[in-house]
Each structure stands twice: as structure tokens, then as C-alpha cells.
DNA sequence: AAACGTAATTATGAATTCATAATTCAGTCA
DNA sequence: TGACTGAATTATGAATTCATAATTACGTTT
């Protein structure tokens, strides 16, 4: 029997990391916004000290920027970021197709048909929400199957990053037939257990979603400016 | 006339973050050592709070471990670790090979040309020290001439954590051989902007070199283990 | 009324203080 | 002697305080 396992009591400042950077994620907090210090700490209940220190994390992945003396605010997703982010993350799914071939084992193999499966029965019913549900589960799987902590830690940094664009609306039904296909040709690269191919399926398959996602935003603008 | 920059000020938790990452990178802290939150205080002239948030960012970047009261620790390079490391770093440099080839200027061309024929000097003078410099520049220019903020960024932080183990002593006659004519072949490629086969090439040379690496600390601890 | 200058207010970075958890060190008993 | 107990000490996480930079509010001048 193991007895140093001790309480999981995340300290305070890690906790707040997590909350912030689902707040900056998840919206709560728009781009460009200033942190409100203040309102947060009460709404938290902390005090100053923790809420900073998960700031000055936040500013080094990226989510906050800070300025000397004025202040967090929250980073604003420039294009010019996500065609940087967008290639980086490519080749992390590459090498993480790579891995997972030759490291998933049975059980996460069915977990992936399950989830591929549910992905596959969420397009026929145009069902968008389950669609990307279960769609992340598919990468997400994969790139845990990899078996490596530090490409896992980096893909989801940068996963992150870019999730703060919203991208469910961008969805074509061109585009979207074609990533089903896509899919399903990983799928049966996975099974063969073809590392390159995989690898090379999952980088195309992520250019092609940025280049459709980029088209999108340049549509979108072109809008607004029209407008 | 730009009168918005602004005085190069950096508050006092960045300048900690570099100066306590040199630390622990150039090994003036080593590995599994309790990180000495006073002395460093009064070494830095500091008090502990910008400290102990730089040391929330060295936590995040990984190069410390803050265990619950009991503060932080310099993280530990195990095999594992490294093991994981390379691949990553490896599919950076080619994402970074490929950028490049399209993305560098004249100007950077000539001073990668430069720094390759400085290398080549320290390799017929058996200089290792000069050698490493410019093998490093070499690269350097690489990842920068892909002018992508991004990738920069992460190949920055995993190279620093890969550096921290000492490999100069590690080069063997042959392997310095081979690493030169990788380099040969390299610069080939980038001369007929061919950013595919370049890609592919560093990704190749990181791979051989990480092997390498690898291969020389299990000759080490085979040493230890003997002894 | 608009633009400028100055005082009041607020927000921020950093030092200090405080409560508590961890560690060290005596002293006790087997 | 050596393992255990518990008080003393130290270190740590977080709250609070403090000095100063930035922002706002307000008068003044034209």
C-alpha cells in the first residue's frame, strides 16, 4: 500500500492559473480586454499576491500581455499569430500521428473507433456541437497515444491558443465532407499502424482545417469592411 | 517619427525569470538542488515576491518543480525526459528548415554562409569550443530566418532545456564527421531553396545528433554502474 | 468651449507581515 | 544505542502594506 500519496491541494496560485486561462479561453475575458485585478480577487476570494503570480504564468503562455506598470491585458489573437500557430501545431500532429502509431494500445485504438464512430454519426445528423465533441476526443486521443509529455504539454499550449477563435460557424459543408474523408483515411492509416502515413494525413489534415479557418476570417473581414 | 516606444524598462519578476533560467540552465543550480529562495533574495538584492513569481514562470516552463510548502526544486533531466524532448525539437527544426528556405533574405543567407565556413574552420582545428559557437549560430539563424514568432518561441524554451545536460564532451570523431556533412548537404539544400529537402535533412541531423547523444549517456551510466 | 496644466485618485509593483506547514533538534523511553 | 515524541525553529504561501507610476478630475487660460 502506497500511503505518500498525498491530498490533492493544488496551491492557490496553480488553481488560479486554471480559472484565468479558462476565463481568457472560454471567452469571459474578450481580447484586448484590461484584467480587472480587483474584481477578480473579491470574485475569487484571494488576495493580490496569488492573482499575479498566475498572471505572470499567463503572460509567459501567451494568454495575457503584460506592460510595466499598467497591468495585465488579455492578448488579442492576431492573424499573424494564428499563421505562426497554425504550422507549429501541424507538425506536432504529425509527430504525434507518428507516435501514436507505434505506441497505442489496444484500449485507447477502441476508444478512438468509439469516438471516430460518434464523429461519423454526428455529420450524418449535421449535428455540429457533438461533431466537435467528439472530433477533440479523436486528436486529443491520438496525441495522448503518442506517449509524450512534453509534445502533449506544448500541442495543448498552443491548442489553446488558438481555440479562443471561435471556428464551430466557419464550418463548410465542403469543408466539412472533406475532413470526414480525411478521417477516415487516418483511421485506416491507424489501423495499419502507418506511422508515416498517419503522420503525414494528420499534418495535411490540419493545414487543410487553418487554411479553410483562415479563408473563413478573410471572408469575415472582407464583410465588415464592406460593411 | 515613432514616439510611442517606450523606455526600455523591464520590471523586476522578467529580469529574474532570465537571470534565474540562466541559472539553472548554465548549471548554477544543479538538478534536484532546493532552490534557495533567501540567498537568492539577497544575491539579487530583491525581495521575495518578484522571486518566488519568476519562479511560478521557471515552474511552467519547466526548469523548476514547486512541490506544496515545501517550495521549489531544479527540476531533474531525466532520460525520459530528453527521450521526449528530441523529437520535438527535431520536427521544429524541420518545420523551421522548410520556413526558412522561403522566408530568409539575402542578408541572413550570407551570415549563415559566414557562420558555416567558421564551422568548418573549428572543425579542421579540432576546436570544439568555436565549433559548437557557430554550430549553434548556424541554427539559430535557421529558426529565426523562418520568421515565425511562434515556433521560435518553443524551440527556444525546449533547446534551453535540452542544453542544460552537457553533450560538448560527448562528440565522438565520427559523429563530428557525419554532423559536418550534414551540414554540407544543409546548406545544399538552402542554397537551391529546396525547404522539403532541407526539412527533411535537419530533422535527420537532429535525430542523428539526439542519437548520439543518447547513445553516449548510456555509455556513461554503463561506466557509473560498473564502478 | 477647447487645450493645457496640475491636483486628487486609483492602480500597480514590490516589500513586508502574518498564519501555517514542514523541518530540525532535544529529550524520552524501549 | 536507537527509534519515537513533541517543542522550537525555519520556510513557505498568501494577505497586507507601502511607495510610486498612471489615470482621472478639475481649474485655468486663451
Redesign the interface.
Known amino acids: 500500500m502506497n500511503l505518500t500519496q ?1 491530498i490533492k ?3 492557490l ?1 496553480e488553481e488560479l ?1 486554471e480559472r484565468l486561462r479558462n476565463l481568457v479561453v472560454e471567452d469571459g475575458l474578450k481580447p484586448g480586454e484590461k484584467v480587472p485585478e480587483k474584481e477578480l480577487c473579491e470574485s475569487f476570494g484571494v488576495s493580490r ?1 496569488p492573482l ?3 498572471l ?2 499567463l ?3 501567451g494568454f495575457v500581455v ?1 506592460q ?1 506598470n499598467r497591468g495585465a491585458r488579455v492578448a488579442e489573437v492576431t492573424r499573424q ?1 494564428l499563421e ?2 497554425f ?2 501545431i501541424a ?2 500532429e ?2 504525434a500521428g507518428e ?1 501514436a502509431c507505434q505506441n497505442l494500445d489496444a484500449d485507447e485504438l477502441a476508444w478512438i473507433e468509439k469516438r471516430h464512430s460518434a464523429m461519423l454519426r454526428a455529420y450524418q445528423a449535421r449535428d455540429r456541437t457533438s461533431y466537435f465533441q467528439a472530433n477533440q476526443d479523436v486528436h486529443q486521443a491520438l496525441i495522448r497515444g503518442a506517449k ?4 502533449e504539454g ?1 500541442h495543448k499550449l ?1 491548442a489553446a491558443r488558438v481555440r479562443r477563435v471561435r471556428f464551430m460557424a466557419n464550418l463548410s459543408d465542403e469543408r466539412w465532407a472533406q475532413a470526414i474523408d480525411e478521417h477516415e483515411n487516418m483511421m485506416n492509416r491507424l489501423r495499419a499502424r502507418d506511422s508515416g502515413g498517419l503522420g503525414q494525413l494528420m499534418k495535411l489534415h490540419m493545414m487543410n482545417k487553418f487554411a479553410a479557418h483562415i479563408q473563413a476570417l478573410d471572408a469575415q473581414s472582407g464583410d465588415t469592411a464592406a460593411t
Chains 1, 2 share one sequence.
Do not use: C, F, G
Not at 148 to 151: G, T
Open positions: 498525498t491541494r493544488p496551491t496560485h492559473v499576491t499575479r503570480e498566475a505572470k504564468v503572460a509567459s503562455e503584460l510595466a499569430e505562426n500557430t504550422p507549429v507538425v506536432l504529425q509527430l507516435l509524450n509529455d512534453i509534445l506544448h498552443l
